[in-house]
């Protein structure tokens, strides 16, 4: 296994794994909240930093799930992800506020909020507590839903069209 490779599997987890650890983790004294948050971070940018830093703020040990390549593309259309499953990863595992990275290929995260059973579910600004798809699970489950960052003024999409674009006299 190269160093690369070594990197890339202490920064993904697999949710079962995954599940297992927060299990022991929430077995010790002073436990922290566990808070999940999710997305395709398909270019990182200043906007995701600002939602998982305050996500991270509404617990003590932040987990993010990150959309398979297949189900980015599913959202967004062809030649997306700009950046495949591992190098998502590596990259928000290596953020300050982040404690683990997991994947979910289903549509939504349903399946992962039942296997890892967070305390909080964060989402970003551009949804509501009731528009949060996962709501009734949330609450099903007795999870706390919590709007996290700054006004969503910033996108991948955004971005790219910007990369494409001719020059425009910056």
């Known amino acids: 296994m190269t160093g690369r490779d070594a990197l890339f599997q202490e920064s993904l987890w697999e949710r079962e794994r995954l599940a297992r650890f927060l299990t022991e983790l929430r077995a ?12 395709c971070f398909d270019l990182l940018h200043v906007g995701h930093l600002r939602y998982l830093a305050a996500a991270r703020e509404r617990g003590g040990f932040l987990v993010v799930a990150l959309n398979t390549d297949a189900s980015v593309r599913a959202l967004k259309g062809a030649g ?21 990275v997991t994947s979910f ?18 989402k970003g600004t551009d949804y509501t507590a009731e528009s949060v798809p996962e709501a009734a ?10 709007i996290c ?9 955004a971005l790219l069209a910007a990369l494409a674009a001719p020059e425009r006299g910056r």
């Open 28 to 39: 010790r004294p002073h436990a922290p909240r566990v808070v999940l948050a999710n997305g």
């Open 80 to 100: 997306r992800p700009a950046m495949p499953l591992r190098e998502r990863a590596e990259l928000v595992g290596a953020l300050r506020c982040v404690d683990a």
């Open 105 to 122: 290929a289903e549509p939504t995260l349903e399946a992962t909020l039942r296997i890892l059973r967070p305390e909080v579910h964060a």
């Open 137 to 146: 699970l949330d609450r099903e489950l007795g999870i706390e839903v919590a």
């Open 149 to 157: 960052g700054d006004a969503k003024q910033h996108s991948t999409s």
